[in-house]
């Protein structure tokens, strides 16, 4: 009989508290530990508002060793704010508008960026947007998908 009450507190206890929420892009990528840069980069551009709505979104996130493999000194050059403009075109670059799951994806995909210009998905040795390989797919946010990715991919400019 105890049993039977402690599990009845459990279930009023758990309506009280209400559904559980998942997280939007941006505490998905906060909660995960290893997309620091990220983070900062997208506060930095004012993006958070925009990752944090409605979505749906796809971000191939770079990790944050993938930012540190980029030339000394671009990370800190890239979050000054008179290169702001250039650090949204950057970001928005490894974002899709809409949910894309790796099961979507096909090879010699072109999907259009929210910075405008167009990435290539490759299927011949995993999965690969232009040179940068996916480390880790399908990581679901309320708002969208991250997928992984070893390295910072560039617009053209």
């Known amino acids: 009989m105890k049993f039977i009450k402690l599990a009845a507190a459990g279930v009023v206890a758990a309506s009280l508290i209400g559904p559980a929420q998942a997280a939007d892009i941006v ?6 530990g290893t997309f620091n840069t990220l983070v900062a980069a997208v506060k930095a551009a004012d993006l958070v508002d925009t990752l944090k ?40 670059y490894h974002v899709v508008p809409g949910k894309v799951m ?10 259009k960026t929210v910075e405008g210009a167009d990435v290539t998905i490759d299927l011949d040795n995993g ?11 399908d990581i679901a946010a309320d708002n969208g998908v991250i997928h992984v990715i070893d ?7």
């Open 27 to 32: 505490d998905t990528a906060v909660d995960a």
């Open 53 to 92: 709505g409605a979505g749906p979104f796809t971000v191939f996130a770079p990790t944050d060793e993938a930012f540190a493999a980029l030339p000394a000194g671009t990370v800190d050059d890239l979050l000054k704010p008179e290169n702001k403009e250039k650090l949204v075109a950057v970001l928005t």
């Open 127 to 137: 999965v690969m947007v232009n040179d940068a390989k996916v480390v880790t797919a």
């Open 102 to 111: 790796s099961s979507d994806l096909t090879d010699g995909m072109m999907a």
């Open 151 to 157: 390295k910072v991919i560039l617009p053209p400019m």
